[in-house]
């Protein structure tokens, strides 16, 4: 936001967020909006990969959930999670979608965790 030049009240007005539910949300109280299209929004008003953004709240963006219905897919997911497997190693990226310097990063400065890999 501060990239931006944006205050809260006008990330809120372009993303359509109660700007207290959204000041919460900045300062670890909330938790961030978990319907897509709010997410989509934000991102768009924040100048964020939307997918990147969808994903660092744990959900699965609409355009990934076909790759869920495959077999194929859903059994390389059971290996990988299953006690003992191999795990590629994911190093960390650079945060992206920092929203203003919460106590918590909102985006990739962390790896996926192993639930979504």
Same mark, same amino acid.
Not at 60 to 80: C, H, Y
């Given at each position: 936001?501060?990239?931006?030049?944006?205050?809260?009240?006008?990330?809120? +007005?372009?993303?359509?967020?109660?700007? %207290?539910?959204? $000041?919460? &949300?900045? %300062?670890?109280?909330? $938790? *961030?909006?978990?319907?897509?299209?709010?997410?989509?929004?934000?991102?768009? &008003?924040?100048?964020?990969? *939307? /997918?990147?953004? /969808?994903? $660092?709240?744990? +959900? /699965?963006? %609409?355009?990934? @959930?076909?790759?869920?219905?495959?077999? !194929?897919?859903?059994?390389?997911?059971?290996?990988?999670?299953? *006690?003992? #497997? !191999?795990?590629?190693?994911?190093?960390?990226?650079?945060? +992206?979608?920092?929203?203003? !310097?919460? *106590?918590? @990063?909102? #985006? !990739?400065?962390?790896?996926? %965790?192993?639930?979504?890999?």
């Amino acid at each position: 936001m501060r990239d931006k030049g944006l205050s809260l009240r006008a990330v809120c +007005r372009e993303a359509r967020l109660d700007a %207290s539910f959204f $000041s919460k &949300v900045l %300062s670890g109280k909330r $938790s *961030p909006p978990s319907e897509e299209p709010v997410l989509r929004k934000l991102a768009a &008003v924040l100048g964020f990969d *939307p /997918i990147e953004l /969808i994903v $660092s709240t744990g +959900r /699965i963006p %609409s355009e990934w @959930q076909p790759m869920f219905r495959d077999p !194929a897919v859903l059994g390389t997911l059971a290996r990988l999670a299953a *006690p003992g #497997a !191999a795990r590629p190693r994911v190093e960390p990226q650079p945060a +992206r979608a920092n929203f203003a !310097a919460a *106590p918590r @990063q909102v #985006a !990739a400065a962390r790896p996926f %965790s192993d639930d979504l890999l």
